[in-house]
């Protein structure tokens, strides 16, 4: 049995969200996770694609249109002004102004949080693992962020079952 896939990238030269349903799902994921000034692009159909996260974070209504009735929704991205917020604590040490990279990532961060706010309010669970305190780029803590996303899981399971009435 085929398990249907897909997920989003952002057209960077038109600013469109892309939905990837075919072709190498390596590819796809890839498109998907490229974010700007990071990964490079990558180049499918003639589209210069990268992070699906700027115009689709949590593509909650790409599931419905797929047919699913039942979404849960996982959140990652901690709130603009949650004082654990990494990039919020590395700005605010001492007096000095905040640096350029900074503000590049903390606009990125609003303007993607508002986002990721509307696709969560359309899913039928959300799931959000205490992962504020891992910086984006830390990938040296994946064991952590996995665990953390599986204590919120076993603890969304009650509410899962009685959604679904089991």
């Known amino acids: 049995m085929l398990i249907p896939f897909a997920c989003t990238a952002t057209d960077i030269d038109t600013g469109e969200a892309v939905v990837l349903d075919r072709g190498s799902v390596v590819e796809a994921v890839r498109a998907s996770i490229s974010l700007p000034g990071v990964f490079t692009v990558v180049k499918r159909r003639g589209r210069n694609l990268v992070d699906g996260g700027l115009t689709n974070p949590v593509p909650v209504s790409l599931a419905r249109e797929m047919g699913a009735d039942f979404i849960i929704a996982i959140n990652v991205i901690p709130g603009v002004l949650d004082p654990t917020h990494q990039s919020i604590k590395r700005s605010t040490k001492g007096t000095r102004e905040p640096n350029i990279l900074h503000v590049l990532v903390q606009s990125i961060h609003i303007g993607t949080y508002s986002l990721v706010r509307s696709g969560l309010e359309k899913a039928d669970v959300v799931i959000e693992p205490d992962v504020v305190h ?9 064991r952590e962020f996995i665990k953390q996303g599986e204590l919120a899981a076993q603890n969304a399971m009650p509410e899962i079952k009685s959604r679904l009435g089991a």
Do not use: F, S
């Open 134 to 142: 891992i910086g984006a780029g830390d990938y040296n803590h994946a």
